[in-house]
């Protein structure tokens, strides 16, 4: 069974960093992109940042500068580090592992920026 477990998401204050985890079991991790999207009320879900499996990395216009997104394969985890976090970046931030046709989701970690 398959499964896509984030964590680290909370409450910070603008400017502030956070660290968010993804481990995903059942799958043979190393071959699988992996990506963080998220979702903010009344918005569609959006790409904010993938890793494929060679370590090609690719980041939306928003995030770029600020977000660092790295895998370690020995744990079978994705991490995204969010510096200079602003308020329009609250929202739940979901991890994505792909391998076509394959394609799971975790539940979602929210993270709300606000002083």
């Known amino acids: 069974q398959v499964r896509v477990v984030e964590s680290g998401g909370g409450l910070v204050q603008p400017g502030g960093s956070l660290r968010l985890s993804c481990t995903a079991a059942?799958?043979?991790?190393?071959?699988?992109?992996m990506g963080w999207y998220r979702q903010a009320p009344g918005t569609q879900r959006e790409l904010v940042a993938t890793?494929?499996?060679?370590?090609?990395?690719n980041y939306a216009d928003s995030v770029k500068g600020r977000f660092t997104i790295s895998r370690e394969n020995a744990k079978n985890t994705v991490y995204l580090q969010m510096n200079s976090l602003k308020p329009e970046d609250t929202a739940v931030y979901y991890c994505?592992?792909?391998?076509?046709?394959?394609?799971?989701w975790g539940q979602g970690t929210q993270v709300t920026v606000s002083s």
């Open positions: 059942g799958i043979f991790f190393r071959i699988y992109g």
């Open positions: 890793i494929t499996s060679g370590g090609t990395t």
């Open positions: 994505n592992a792909n391998r076509d046709p394959l394609n799971y």
